[in-house]
C-alpha cells in the first residue's frame, strides 16, 4: 500500500523553526517529483514547495529564503525546514507524490 505519514507539526512562536518530514513507502519514490502544500484556516490549498526527481526545487514567495525542501532517496523521506516563521505560516501541511498519492497532514501554529 502507498503510505505518506507526515511529522513534525507543533506549536512554535514567530521566529522559531520547525522541520516537517513525509516517510514515503509503497511506490518508487526517488522517480516522483514531490511537493509541501498547506491549507490554512478559512483558505485554499496552497503550493509551498516542490522538489523534482533530480533535485531542482521551486517555492512560493512567501516563503522563499526562510523554508528549504529536501529529500533523501536513500530514506524514502521528504523534509520541509522551516525558519523565522510567521503566524501566517499557520496552516495543516501535507506532503504529495506528484499530487498523486497523499498523506494526512500535520498542523502548524505558530503562536505567542
Known amino acids: 500500500d502507498v503510505q505518506l505519514q507526515a511529522s513534525g507539526g507543533g506549536l512554535v512562536q514567530p521566529g522559531g523553526s520547525l522541520r516537517l518530514s513525509c516517510a514515503a513507502s509503497g511506490f518508487r519514490f526517488s522517480s516522483y517529483a514531490m511537493s509541501w502544500l498547506r491549507q490554512a484556516p478559512g483558505k485554499g490549498l496552497e503550493t509551498v514547495a516542490d522538489?523534482?526527481?533530480?533535485?531542482?526545487?521551486a517555492y512560493v514567495d512567501s516563503v522563499k529564503g526562510r523554508f528549504t525542501i529536501s529529500r533523501d532517496n536513500a530514506k524514502n523521506t521528504l523534509y520541509l525546514q522551516m525558519n523565522s516563521l510567521h503566524p501566517e505560516d499557520t496552516a495543516l501541511y501535507f506532503c504529495t507524490a506528484a499530487f498523486a498519492f497523499w498523506g494526512q497532514g500535520t498542523l502548524v501554529t505558530v503562536s505567542s
Open positions: 522538489i523534482m526527481n533530480d533535485g531542482r526545487t
